[in-house]
């Protein structure tokens, strides 16, 4: 679906962010004692070094996977980095009117896993998640900012995941892709200029069986080259829709954000469109790929490392599972 751009008569301004990540840290050396690989095969292929977990094999305790209840949950991770963000802004949980929960992996299949969230927050307003894979979180910035020019003052938005317990530990063509965690944005209402200048959202369901988990608990199943090929081709196609639409250059561009599933997906994108390496902004080396969280974690750390200042365009862009694509160009408002 092609996305439009330009005034909306209401500007919105993203004034909170936060991150949260789970305590336990593989690395690709602990990696090798589950299945045949290496650090260094890991490293080529991938760029990621460690990722973060809440549940699998290395989670210390009696029941290495947790339940709704428990630490280390889509819902735990959500309510930590929502709580950073509200904070950051000076903002009430009460003056949020809706909260927007993009995750691949709820805590449950019924409720969505919004409702336990916004009830600790204590968000005064809606609640619901929003599942578009990998390409969620950009999805879901489109959604929260229209519902802020629909009407609303304040809308939350989170991605956060548990993918290690989708993950199947002794599948050695996947298990070392993925991460868990959380990052969160608030949008806001504000008179003048908006900060979403062009986006652009697309799905191609033809596609399930390149990359799918099933509810039978056997783990992802991907096929690695199609998605990488497809990926970059999608990814690259969306960002130059989107750029196009907010009638900016690349060149403009001071941080491309790109969804943190390959450094080498990553970088060829990026040398597709002509942004420098240097303009990325990337945590894969440490996070892995944490699917809806992976575009908010990499924007709060530049943004905690000073890498974003007023008026600075932002570009981001992700695609997933589905196969799902997204992309944005954001303008830095302070
Ligand atoms: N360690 C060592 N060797 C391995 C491993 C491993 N963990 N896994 C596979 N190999 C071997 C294979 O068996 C194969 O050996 P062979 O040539 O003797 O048969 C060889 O390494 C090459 O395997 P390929 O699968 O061809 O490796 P490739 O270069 O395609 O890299 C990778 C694999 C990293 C998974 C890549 O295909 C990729 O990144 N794909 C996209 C992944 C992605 O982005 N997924 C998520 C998108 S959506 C979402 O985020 C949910």
């Excluded at 996305?3 to 936060?18: A, D, L, Q, Y």
């Excluded at 009696?62 to 000076?90: F, K, Y």
């Amino acid at each position: 679906m092609a996305g439009g751009s330009g005034p909306t008569g209401r500007g919105v301004t993203i004034s909170g962010w936060g991150a949260s990540l789970p305590e336990t840290v593989v690395t690709n050396a602990d990696l090798t004692t589950l299945f045949d690989t290496s650090d260094e095969w890991i490293v080529e292929r991938s760029g990621i070094r460690s990722r973060h977990v809440a549940t699998g094999p290395f989670v210390p305790g009696p029941d290495a996977h947790a339940d709704v209840d428990g630490v280390g949950t889509t819902a735990t991770l959500s309510i930590e980095a929502g709580r950073r963000a509200l904070a950051r802004a000076g903002v009430e949980p009460s003056e949020v009117g809706l909260l927007i929960l993009c995750t691949t992996s709820p805590d449950q299949a019924v409720p969505a896993t919004s409702a336990a969230v916004a009830a600790s927050l204590g968000i005064g307003g809606g609640a619901m998640d929003l599942n578009a894979a990998c390409a969620g979180f950009t999805y879901g910035m489109v959604a929260a900012h229209g519902m802020v020019t629909a009407g609303l003052d304040r809308v939350l938005l989170i991605g956060a995941e548990t993918l290690s317990r989708l993950t199947n530990w002794t599948d050695r063509t996947n298990a070392f892709l993925f991460g868990d965690g959380a990052g969160a944005l608030l949008f806001e209402a504000v008179g003048g200029d908006d900060g979403l200048l062009g986006w652009d959202l697309g799905v191609d369901g033809s596609l399930v069986s390149i990359l799918y988990a099933d509810h039978d608990g056997s783990g992802m199943v991907m096929k690695g080259k199609e998605v990488f090929r497809r990926a970059i081709r999608a990814t690259v196609e969306s960002a130059t829709a989107s750029l196009e639409r907010a009638k900016v250059d690349p060149a403009e561009v001071a941080l491309f954000v790109p969804h943190q599933a390959n450094w080498r997906i990553m970088s060829a994108v990026a040398e597709r469109l002509g942004i420098g390496e240097d303009r990325i902004a990337s945590v894969i080396e440490h996070t892995g790929n944490t699917s809806s969280a992976s575009i908010p974690l990499a924007l709060v750390e530049a943004l905690e490392a000073g890498r974003v200042h007023e008026g600075d365009v932002i570009l981001l862009a992700g695609f997933g599972a589905g196969m799902t694509w997204a992309s944005a160009v954001w303008r830095w408002l302070g």
